[in-house]
């Protein structure tokens, strides 16, 4: 089983408290990255959550999200 790098860890926990898409320059800003070093640490966490049956829904121009429960939610804290 895998671990989330530190970076992963931050992105998750962004994503896990907005309740819209974010984008990768505000999740940039946010964590004081590139939108470049934001969308490699996203590929890692898409897989890794995918393993958890939660998808990372990324839509051009409007941003990434979680989708699943917020029970499911709770347990990738």
């Known amino acids: 089983m895998t671990a989330l790098t530190t970076r992963q860890r931050d992105l ?40 958890r049956d939660v998808l990372l829904n990324s839509t051009p121009g409007v941003g990434a999200e979680l989708i699943c429960s917020a029970e499911k939610s709770l347990t990738l804290v």
């Open 12 to 51: 998750l926990r962004l994503l896990l408290e907005s309740n819209k898409p974010l984008g990768a320059a505000d999740m940039a800003d946010e964590l004081q990255l590139t939108p470049r070093q934001v969308n490699y640490g996203l590929k890692g966490l898409r897989g890794w959550l995918a393993r």
